[in-house]
């Protein structure tokens, strides 16, 4: 019984590795163009800084701080400066439910949350944060009719890797392929779109 269990195991997790980098190559297509210079990255996150302190002295508490809070926590999260991330994300979480409630940034932000817990998380106890986290996300993004988005395939990619790692196969599986269906989705709009375009284009030639 247990080399079957350690069998069924083996089998998912190859099956969740062949499907993650497939659906990793499926985001690519929706995602926008990254800046990839460090130096222009560099650039960016000082502009980032110096806005956030003129939202904090002209502005205080407005959406515009909060939003400059977010991206200046993901800024941090991605030189892994843990604390400081935590401490932005947080209080840009807490101004945009104040502030804008259910709304479209508020969902980004408990996503940037969760991503850093799960990835720059210390020990289990953090790790599990991110469950809140991420649901309270997907659940938002869903109840703005936003189900179809692009901006949800992560979210729910990145919870199902949770789930991986905490060997909680079939939910899992379950929100990797609904990220997947979002996805192809997502790109056979973009397709039919890009074509509708070129027949438009063509109306006119």
């Given at each position: 019984?247990?080399?079957?269990?350690?069998?069924?195991?083996?089998?998912?997790?190859?099956?969740?590795?062949?499907?993650?980098?497939?659906?990793?190559?499926?985001?690519?297509?929706?995602?926008?163009?990254?800046?990839?210079?460090p130096k222009e990255n560099e650039r960016r996150e000082q502009e980032t800084e110096t806005a956030l302190e003129v939202c904090r002295e002209k502005l205080g508490e407005h959406p515009e701080t909060?939003?400059?809070?977010?991206?200046?926590?993901?800024?941090?999260?991605?030189?892994?400066?843990?604390?400081?991330?935590?401490?932005?994300?947080?209080?840009?979480?807490?101004?945009?439910?104040?502030?804008?409630?259910?709304?479209?940034?508020?969902?980004?932000?408990?996503?940037?949350?969760?991503?850093?817990y799960f990835f720059l998380g210390r020990g289990e106890a953090e790790l599990d944060k991110c469950l809140a986290y991420y649901a309270e996300a997907i659940e938002m993004f869903e109840d703005l009719?936003?189900?179809?988005?692009?901006?949800?395939?992560?979210?729910?990619?990145?919870?199902?890797?949770?789930?991986?790692?905490?060997?909680?196969?079939?939910?899992?599986?379950?929100?990797?392929?609904?990220?997947?269906?979002?996805?192809?989705?997502?790109?056979?709009?973009?397709?039919?779109?890009?074509?509708?375009?070129?027949?438009?284009?063509?109306?006119?030639?």
């Amino acid at each position: 019984m247990k080399a079957e269990k350690k069998e069924i195991k083996r089998s998912t997790k190859r099956s969740w590795r062949r499907r993650n980098k497939f659906i990793q190559r499926i985001i690519l297509n929706l995602k926008q163009s990254v800046v990839r210079d460090p130096k222009e990255n560099e650039r960016r996150e000082q502009e980032t800084e110096t806005a956030l302190e003129v939202c904090r002295e002209k502005l205080g508490e407005h959406p515009e701080t909060a939003a400059t809070l977010l991206f200046s926590g993901i800024n941090a999260k991605r030189r892994k400066e843990r604390s400081e991330a935590e401490q932005k994300l947080t209080e840009a979480l807490e101004l945009f439910k104040k502030l804008l409630g259910k709304h479209f940034m508020t969902a980004e932000c408990l996503k940037a949350i969760a991503d850093l817990y799960f990835f720059l998380g210390r020990g289990e106890a953090e790790l599990d944060k991110c469950l809140a986290y991420y649901a309270e996300a997907i659940e938002m993004f869903e109840d703005l009719g936003m189900s179809g988005s692009k901006e949800i395939v992560l979210t729910l990619k990145n919870f199902g890797s949770y789930h991986m790692r905490k060997d909680n196969f079939s939910e899992a599986m379950s929100l990797l392929t609904k990220a997947e269906r979002v996805a192809e989705a997502r790109i056979r709009k973009g397709s039919q779109m890009e074509s509708l375009d070129k027949d438009r284009i063509g109306l006119f030639a």
